[in-house]
């Protein structure tokens, strides 16, 4: 409804009144709400009558030894719930149609949203369930992973000769299951950073961040889900974020095939900052940017093939100890990383 008033000036004695109304009147049969914004013209003819109920699930992530059963459900009536379990998002008409509980018997990275017609769809929900006597033997390429990198042999699985397996484990005399209970021992003894995304955003041969390490900027970086998982192996944190290809020779796939990477929190996935205390009490509580660093150039080893006594951690101790003597230093702390389920 306009208005429109007009006079000669402040003090005449004529006042024009001309007033317009134009409407459009839209069959939408209920009260919408608008999620596109149409300042001087119709509203959107289509709308959305609601919001779908975030979805929530009977089991939350972290570290699992027996299998279990998973419910997931919405509080919205008659809405539909779609997952994956290969890392891609579930969509309408994308993933598995949840009708009941699932049986979690092995290391699942789970994704699932909910849906009904003339609602907006919740958003992504995703689960990473790790079960780490699997993981402590963690084999070849998975099904539908390329079997090698940019022409480098890739390099999914854990050493498994039992010799190196065991004094990677911790003792040279270990037997088999000695050395497996010690490393999963291992893999409850730092935290745990699980990375859920696309498959294609690592490893497609065009537009794969992991395919092509040399791409930089914002147009080599791609969305993930990120969680925290404790030693406990409880759930502490999860945000959706953006991950690149990290370094400068370290890009180099002939000389490092386990990249390092760097997460980017923005609000155009999830929270604007990681708000997760990661470096603990004396760090800080929040984060735009985190860089996943293998210290792979800070061991002889990488120069020099044969040397099999690499201190991988000397890095992050020259920085401690330079905390400790009341001096300016960088923080860091270690954790475990998993992409897809799969550890890296």
Do not use: C
Request: glycine fraction near 10%; charged fraction near 20%.
């Amino acid at each position: 409804l306009a208005i429109h008033g007009l006079n000669a000036s402040d003090t005449s004695g004529d006042f024009i009144v001309s007033p317009t109304h134009v409407w459009i009147k839209n069959d939408l049969g209920a009260a919408r709400y608008f999620t596109v914004p149409t300042p001087g013209a119709p509203n959107d003819p289509g709308g959305i009558v609601g919001f779908v109920a975030d979805t929530e699930f009977s089991v939350d992530r972290g570290f699992h030894s027996e299998p279990f059963e998973l419910a997931i459900a919405t509080a919205t009536e008659r809405a539909t719930i779609r997952y994956t379990t290969d890392g891609s998002e579930p969509t309408e008409s994308h993933g598995f149609l949840y009708t009941g509980p699932i049986t979690i018997s092995s290391t699942t990275v789970l994704r699932a949203a909910a849906f009904k017609e003339g609602f907006e769809p919740t958003n992504i929900d995703t689960q990473s369930y790790l079960f780490l006597d699997q993981v402590a033997v963690q084999a070849g390429a998975p099904q539908g992973y390329p079997s090698s990198w940019a022409g480098v042999s890739a390099d999914y699985a854990m050493d498994l000769n039992p010799t190196d397996y065991a004094r990677a484990a911790g003792d040279a005399s270990f037997s088999p299951a000695e050395a497996r209970a010690a490393t999963v021992d291992s893999l409850k003894s730092i935290p745990t950073i699980s990375i859920v995304t696309e498959r294609d955003n690592l490893f497609d041969p065009a537009t794969g961040i992991y395919l092509n390490p040399s791409g930089r900027g914002v147009q080599w970086e791609r969305p993930v889900s990120v969680e925290i998982i404790g030693e406990d192996g409880v759930g502490r944190y999860q945000t959706d974020a953006g991950l690149r290809i990290m370094g400068f020779t370290s890009r180099n796939l002939n000389t490092t095939p386990k990249l390092n990477m760097r997460l980017l929190f923005k609000k155009q996935y999830g929270d604007a900052k990681l708000d997760y205390p990661l470096l603990g009490p004396e760090g800080p509580d929040e984060f735009n940017t985190i860089a996943l660093r293998g210290n792979i150039r800070d061991a002889w080893v990488t120069e020099h093939s044969g040397f099999g006594s690499a201190l991988y951690i000397g890095d992050e101790w020259a920085k401690r100890a330079q905390f400790d003597m009341g001096q300016p230093a960088p923080r860091g702390t270690f954790a475990h990383i998993y992409l897809n389920g799969m550890y890296w």
